[in-house]
């Protein structure tokens, strides 16, 4: 371990073995939250997954943030994004904004953070920056972005845009993401054990912190239900993601916690694949969307907490209409009708799917493998570890798997990734139609006209069916008494939202 390093963890020196401790005492405001998610390592940029996207954020600060209660993305590290024409938009930095080690936060930064994404594929965020001409400092506190086209999701793709510095990378390249992880934001990094937690410790003179969110908090990885829940109950967690439909009443019964729920804009689907067949054939995926039935699993796994989705999104999020309905019933006789009528009757496939990092992940699926075969397919069930599973998925490995796309607030976004020509590898779906309409959507800056747009490119897609869109999770999850957090639909857990007593 280098001796930067080791100054930074010597004010917040707790490791695993020291992790209970942590957990138990509220005296000095230290939380530990019980997470699904992989920690992968030091580097911000690395890991797309939702959850630990907002903590690099509180960490070094990301140029936006969505603000629930304006309903609007909205500055956070920036003190201004604005659009000069409809190609340009500028960024405007506060003036004085310094670093947790006192370094000025420049436009510069801003500058080569946005060209580490763009030149960094692997990073698994490159599509933020996609189609952007031009990125330019104009000083030391202004940076103007040229897009090729109107781009009316800048501000959503800039809430994903932790900002690093340019003079430490100049002179360490990426070990400083490990030996000097000086970011902006309201918290600093204390602490990575990469697969088993992370820890990150409150700045104090960050004007968003007061005195009751806490001094420290610790992500610990739990992906097993059982164990953040009962982790939860010793009083070794105060927040536990995901407690699954089974495990609420337990949570319920619990003296010292509670259970807080928010419905999810989480859009759950099977995703599949035309680089492998059989999913190159339209028939066999819209088999799918019909092989599976949706109510029974909600009713008797999920056990109602859950909202049946007719695309891609459902109400109150963009593109959502009240009046279009999923062509896709449960029809396991049509679903055959529609493998026959392309000569794929018996099929094989393999369905892959996370365990542990989706509500009821593994019976869901499990469910599902005979209503695939009455429907005429041959199935296998994959349950690879989701660190495998979700690096196979972002280089496009897997044919044919059950996931989740979290953050779809403005569902945009999340739409370009999977279903545009060129969007990422996770799909590899193409389609020059839905292309055009999508574009046309986020070209579209007034608000009633982007949303009609959006519809029509929601329907397209659920034609073409390169991915079967299931539900939204009513999430649920456990909080200590002593300990307010409200969760958002979103993944996020914010230390400047947790208050505690």
């Given at each position: ?10 004010s ?64 956070f ?5 604005e ?16 670093r ?24 698994g ?34 809430a ?107 859009m ?36 109602g ?105 403005d ?54 069916a ?20 409200n ?5 996020q ?9």
């Open positions: 371990m280098t001796k930067k390093l080791h100054m930074i963890l010597a917040t020196a707790i490791a695993a073995a020291g992790s209970a401790a942590l957990a138990q005492d509220f005296t000095d405001k230290r939380v530990a939250v019980a997470i699904t998610e992989t920690i992968s390592g030091y580097n911000p940029y690395a890991d797309p997954v939702v959850l630990l996207g907002s903590v690099w954020c509180q960490v070094y600060g990301c140029i936006t943030r969505y603000d629930w209660e304006a309903g609007e993305f909205v500055p590290l920036a003190e201004s994004v659009t000069l024409d409809e190609l340009t938009w500028e960024i405007t930095l506060p003036e004085g904004l310094t947790h080690n006192g370094d000025p936060v420049l436009a510069a930064d801003i500058v080569h953070s946005i060209e580490y994404l763009g030149s960094n594929p692997g990073s965020k490159s599509y933020l920056v996609a189609g952007w001409e031009k990125v330019e400092a104009i000083d030391d506190r202004r940076v103007h972005i040229t897009t090729a086209t109107p781009d009316a999701t800048l501000r959503d793709n800039l994903g845009v932790a900002v690093t510095s340019k003079a430490l990378f100049d002179e360490m390249g990426d070990d400083m993401f490990r030996q000097a992880p000086y970011g902006a934001g309201p918290y600093k990094l204390s602490d990575i054990s990469i697969g088993e937690h992370m820890i990150i410790e409150r700045n104090d003179d960050h004007p968003m912190v007061q005195a009751q969110n806490p001094r420290q908090i610790m992500f610990r990885i739990m992906p097993e239900p059982e164990q953040r829940v009962t982790a939860l109950a010793n009083g070794e967690v105060q927040i536990a993601q995901l407690v699954p439909p089974q495990l609420r009443p337990r949570v319920e019964g619990l003296p010292n916690a509670r259970i807080e729920t928010t419905n999810s804009v989480e759950m689907f099977l995703g599949m694949s035309p680089k492998t067949h059989p999913w190159e054939v339209k028939e066999a995926r819209q088999a799918v969307a019909h092989a599976i039935n949706r109510e029974a699993i909600v009713a008797a796994i999920l056990q907490q859950a909202k049946l989705l007719d695309g891609p999104v459902s109400q109150g999020q963009l593109g959502f209409d009240p009046d279009f309905k999923s062509p896709y019933d449960y029809n396991p006789e049509r679903a055959r009708e529609l493998l026959a009528s392309v000569g794929l009757e018996g099929v094989e496939v393999t369905l892959s799917t996370p365990v542990g990092r989706y509500t009821a992940d593994r019976q869901i699926t499990e469910a599902m493998v005979p209503m695939l075969e009455e429907a005429g397919f041959s199935v296998t069930l994959d349950t690879p570890e989701w660190a495998t599973l979700w690096a196979n998925v972002q280089q496009g490995n897997v044919p044919f798997y059950y996931m989740g796309r979290g953050s779809m607030i569902p945009s976004r999340a739409l370009h990734q999977y279903f545009a020509t060129g969007g990422s590898p996770r799909l590899g779906f193409s389609n020059a139609e839905l292309d055009a309409l999508l574009a046309a959507e986020r070209a579209e800056f007034d608000p009633a006209t982007r949303a009609a747009r959006m519809q029509e490119a929601i329907v397209k897609l659920v034609d073409e390169p991915a079967a869109f299931m539900w939204q999770h009513e999430m649920a999850w456990g909080v200590a008494n002593g300990v307010t957090f969760p958002h639909p979103a993944d857990v914010n230390g400047w939202e947790i208050l505690v007593e």
